[in-house]
């Protein structure tokens, strides 16, 4: 049996992003040979729609483009992927980078203006503090790829 891991739906290819849209990756895909990957949308877990305006982190908040207090929203997403993670005893979650939910280092700044900051999404946080382990998009590509030499 192969281990679980959690990733970001969008990664593989839902289209749950706030545009509609996804970030399919393809060669994070590969990693289904090694893993038995487990899709999360910790936004639409959260209860938001798809597409919605998007949000970023002010402070303890999180707060939408069009000024709408969406943090419990964002904390609900982030316990379902905990919870996921406790039931099926996951060690690591890939997670989208820059994502208000699932930054991994970075996360947009809060002022819309497309900048970012050091600092790790509301579900990062919740699994990280509970032990998992959570690489970002790049960080997995890099999994793939030393996994695929060490066959």
């Known amino acids: 049996m192969k281990e ?3 990733i970001s739906a969008c990664l ?9 849209k996804s970030k399919t990756n393809k060669e ?3 990693l289904a040979k090694y893993y038995d990957l487990i899709p999360i949308c910790p936004e639409m877990s959260g209860g938001l729609k798809t597409p919605r305006s998007p949000s970023e982190i002010q402070g303890d908040k999180v707060v939408s483009k069009n000024g709408r207090d969406v943090t419990d929203n964002y904390q609900d997403g982030a ?3 905990y919870s ?3 039931l099926y005893h ?3 979650a890939i997670l989208k980078e820059k994502s208000p ?3 991994v280092h970075y996360v947009h700044n809060g002022k819309f ?3 970012l900051v050091e600092g790790m999404g509301i579900t990062t946080k919740k699994l990280v503090s509970a032990g998992v382990k959570v690489i970002n998009e790049d960080e997995a590509v890099a999994l793939l790829h030393q996994l695929e030499e060490a066959k």
């Open 101 to 103: 939910s699932c930054g």
């Open 12 to 20: 593989i290819g839902e289209n749950c992003r706030y545009d509609g």
């Open 113 to 115: 203006d497309g900048g």
């Open 79 to 81: 316990y379902w992927a």
């Open 84 to 86: 996921i993670c406790t």
């Open 90 to 92: 996951v060690k690591l």
């Open 28 to 30: 994070i895909l590969q």
């Open 4 to 6: 679980k891991v959690l």
